[in-house]
Nanobody
């Protein structure tokens, strides 16, 4: 299943962006009961965990670097997953990937995710 991530772009420091992640209609049922997550990879760095949300949206968890600034959400198990990014900083510049977990519960390890999106570039610069 190839997830689809949208919403990246160029934004000034302090600005906001909202990323969205969806599964193709024909594959949506394969991820509807799975936790979802966002990861990012900056140039020359390893991919890192950003945020995760349980299958029903009831539990969320964030990396310390984005806590209080980013919000992950989903309206239901079958709805898109969103990442609202506020007060963006230059160090948030990266390619952002969404992923569907192997289970319904949250996990911060990339090994716990089975399906990935193609990534969307976020650039924070003045």
């Amino acid at each position: 299943v190839q997830l689809q991530a949208f919403g990246g772009g160029l934004v000034q420091p302090g600005g906001s962006l909202r990323l969205s992640c969806t599964a193709p209609t024909r594959s949506a049922r394969l991820v509807s009961n799975n936790a979802m997550g966002w990861f990012r990879q900056a140039p020359g760095k390893e991919r890192e965990f950003v945020a995760t949300i349980s299958w029903n949206g009831g539990t969320t968890y964030y990396a310390d670097s984005v806590k209080g600034r980013f919000i992950i959400s989903r309206d239901s198990a079958k709805s898109p997953t969103f990442l609202q990014m506020n007060n963006l900083k230059p160090e948030d510049t990266a390619i952002y990937f969404c992923a569907a977990s192997r289970s319904s519960g949250i996990t911060t390890s990339s090994l716990g995710y089975r399906y990935w999106g193609q990534g969307t570039l976020v650039t924070v610069s003045s």
